[in-house]
């Protein structure tokens, strides 16, 4: 069955972040993604990097149908591991041991603004376990610098999303990296986006 669901904003943005990707990764290994939505990050970003093993995840059972639709569709099985079942704010995270082995980055699109600040500061506490020294977590999305919107939009955007869940919001750049470096990673680099977005790459300077 076809399951597959089509986030339209994905074919905009995946050949910028992909650019972002293909400059941090070092070394061959896993790379985990989390809330990966409807899977067609995953698969393109599987393509592009074939010496990568893209794991892809999400909390919703509807989008991880989706993941394995267009897992399917893309015929990435043999490469393609299913998606895992992860909400951030579950913890511990269920991992696999051979992805843990293996893993050389974590990369979560579009996610911190659509999700409470507790689930920020946890996908922080478990990325922190699992990254070793020199590892990579990877943000992309809308994000304030210095507390303040760097667009009209993303203000707007930033009221609908707090009236739809007063919980969620667009994050302060800089209060997202105090939460890092309390984990061990320090903010490597802002890479400033089409579309008002930022590309946050963090680094694990010490072993948790
Ligand atoms: C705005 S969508 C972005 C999806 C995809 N990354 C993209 O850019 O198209 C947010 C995704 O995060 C997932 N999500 C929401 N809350 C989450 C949580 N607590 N932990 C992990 N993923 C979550 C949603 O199910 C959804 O797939």
């Known amino acids: 069955m076809d399951n597959r669901l089509f986030f339209p904003a994905t074919l905009r943005n995946r050949d910028f972040i992909g650019d972002v990707i293909s400059s941090i990764i070092k070394t061959n290994g896993s790379i985990l993604e989390i809330g ?30 989706s993941i394995n639709s267009w897992i399917e569709h893309e015929r990435l099985n043999k490469k393609m591991p299913q998606p895992l079942e992860i909400d951030v704010s579950k913890v511990p995270w269920e991992i696999p041991l051979d992805l843990s082995n293996s893993l050389i980055g974590i990369i979560s699109i579009n996610l911190l603004h659509v999700a409470s600040w507790n689930s920020a500061e946890l ?41 739809q869940n007063p919980l969620w919001g667009i994050r302060n750049i800089g209060e997202v990296s105090k939460e890092a470096e309390r984990n061990g990673f320090f903010q490597e680099d802002i890479i400033s986006m089409p579309a008002n977005n930022f590309s946050i790459i963090y680094k694990k300077f010490r072993d948790n």
């Open 123 to 163: 996908l922080f506490r478990e990325s922190g376990k699992l990254l070793k020294k020199e590892k990579f977590l990877m943000l992309y999305g809308p994000f304030k610098i210095e507390n303040k919107h760097i667009s009209q939009s993303n203000y707007l955007f930033d009221n609908s999303l707090k009236f």
């Open 36 to 65: 990966s939505g409807s899977g067609e990050h995953g698969v393109f970003f599987q393509k592009r990097f074939p010496e990568i093993k893209w794991q892809t995840s999400d909390p919703d059972k509807i989008h991880r149908k």
